[in-house]
């Protein structure tokens, strides 16, 4: 499934990071929401505006965000 298209960047909104749907809610925000335990249940109910697809589309994000090779220096 490809929800990037979510995931909207503007230099005027947040700094310039990367947000859910020119909302002001960062994907770090989600990311760091999902890391500290919350379910996507707790998360749609604290934040009514996002949806689920939301959620999925930050979790894509990290995910591409972190495939990149690791080069090592021995």
Request: with cysteine; aromatic share 4%.
């Given at each position: 499934m490809n929800h990037l298209n979510r995931i909207?960047?503007?230099?005027?909104?947040?700094?310039?990071?990367?947000?859910?749907?020119?909302?002001?809610?960062?994907?770090?925000?989600?990311?760091?929401l999902l890391a500290a335990g919350m379910s996507?249940?707790?998360?749609?109910?604290?934040?009514?505006?996002?949806?689920?697809?939301?959620?999925?589309?930050?979790?894509?994000?990290?995910?591409?965000?972190?495939?990149?090779?690791?080069?090592?220096?021995?």
């Open positions: 909207t960047v503007n230099p005027a909104q947040c700094g310039g990071r990367p947000c859910i749907r020119g909302l002001r809610i960062r994907v770090k925000d989600l990311l760091g996507r249940e707790e998360i749609l109910v604290d934040y009514p505006y996002l949806e689920p697809d939301d959620i999925s589309a930050a979790l894509e994000y990290a995910a591409l965000q972190a495939d990149h090779p690791v080069l090592s220096v021995a």
